[in-house]
């Protein structure tokens, strides 16, 4: 079965502490994994879009990489309006236009 | 420019009842995805329209949802004899050309059934 997981569930961090969010993915084949941010009560926000192995993404204090197992994002010296839920999500090759979406990592910087 | 906007913000019905979700994306966009989440989990593949075609519609539970996209701009979802497991949030997202590109979401219907 296809599937995607997120870890931690939930993060803290002391503003200026750097760490990494784990999305690992067993599926029958990757066309693409996305990152996205959420806030509460809005929907998710776009981050990045890694298609193959080896690929890296940066957008400020973000960084996605993607191996064949996992993506992960790291942040760089957090601040507190980093605080949100980011949700990754992959789609497959295997003719479905269906994403999976994780359950995501709550990330808490305090200030 | 506008982003996609979903109509009602928040609906509370009561089981049994029907409700009718609506979803406008940014205009030109081709592509259309309808999303369920629950609290504390992500957005739940429901269906995927390609222009007014549903070109994917895996995701729907039951044949109690429907989705419409008539005229390839604005679409609606339809929920018969709500549930309450059928309270969530219900998100939209479109993107430009087709399902491999970025999607820009909506800020979802809270829909909630008493």
């Known amino acids: 079965e296809d599937q995607v997981t997120q870890s931690p569930e939930a993060l803290r961090l002391q503003e200026g502490e750097s760490s990494s969010l784990n999305c690992s993915y067993t599926?029958?084949?990757?066309?693409?994994l996305f990152w996205y941010r959420q806030d509460p009560g809005k929907g998710p926000e776009f981050l990045f879009t890694l298609y193959s192995a080896g690929e890296e993404k940066e957008k400020e204090r973000l960084k996605a990489t993607l191996t064949k197992k996992e993506s992960f994002l790291h942040i760089t010296a957090p601040k507190p309006e980093d605080s949100a839920t980011y949700l990754c999500?992959?789609?497959?090759?295997?003719?479905?236009?269906?994403?999976?979406f994780g359950t995501g990592t709550r990330l808490k910087v305090l200030a | 420019g506008a982003g996609v906007s979903q109509t009602p913000s928040n609906k509370v019905t009561e089981k049994g009842k029907y409700v009718e979700l609506r979803c406008d994306p940014i205009s030109g966009h081709t592509a259309l995805y309808w999303y369920r989440q629950s609290l504390g989990q992500g957005p739940e593949f429901l269906i995927y329209f390609q222009g007014t075609g549903a070109a994917d519609d895996s995701g729907l539970p039951n044949d109690r949802f429907f989705a419409v996209r008539p005229e390839g701009s604005v679409s609606t979802l339809k929920i018969q004899r709500t549930e309450r497991g059928d309270s969530a949030v219900y998100l939209c997202a479109s993107s430009p050309l087709g399902a491999e590109e970025t999607q820009y979401f909506g800020p979802g219907t809270r829909l909630l059934v008493l």
């Open positions: 999500a992959v789609i497959l090759t295997s003719g479905t236009y269906k994403y999976i």
């Open positions: 599926v029958s084949g990757l066309r693409g």
